[in-house]
Nanobody, 125 residues
């Protein structure tokens, strides 16, 4: 059974940093591309960042480019999202997801096969 478990969320002041982790099990992690999405209250879930299987290619939403960094450790079956200079508009539930392959850049939800349960990030002003 595939499981993706996010951790590292919390409450932080605007301008602060958090690092999210997503630990995968039940799949061969190195064979999956990974992504992060988020959903704010009353809004649709949106793309944040994606990384290919080797970690050599990454892609970001414009809203987080230059502030967030996605990375992965295939030896630990874990993908990370380093979030710096957090803003109140970054407040959302953050989800990691796994894709056997990307059709495009990994920004579309149908590209993903498995999803985690989410971790809450709140950036207060």
């Amino acid at each position: 059974q595939v499981q993706l478990v996010e951790s590292g969320g919390g409450l932080v002041q605007a301008g602060g940093s958090l690092r999210l982790s997503c630990a995968a099990s039940g799949l061969t992690f190195s064979r999956y591309a990974m992504g992060w999405f988020r959903q704010a209250p009353g809004k649709e879930r949106e793309f944040v960042a994606a990384i290919n299987r080797s970690g050599g290619s990454v892609y970001y939403a414009d809203s987080v480019k230059g502030r967030f960094t996605i990375s992965r450790d295939n030896a630990k079956d874990t993908v990370y999202l380093q979030m710096n200079n957090l803003k109140p508009e970054d407040t959302a539930e953050y989800y990691c997801a796994a894709a056997r392959d990307f059709w495009g850049l990994g920004s579309s939800q149908p590209e993903y096969d498995y999803w985690g349960q989410g971790t809450q990030v709140t950036a207060s002003s």
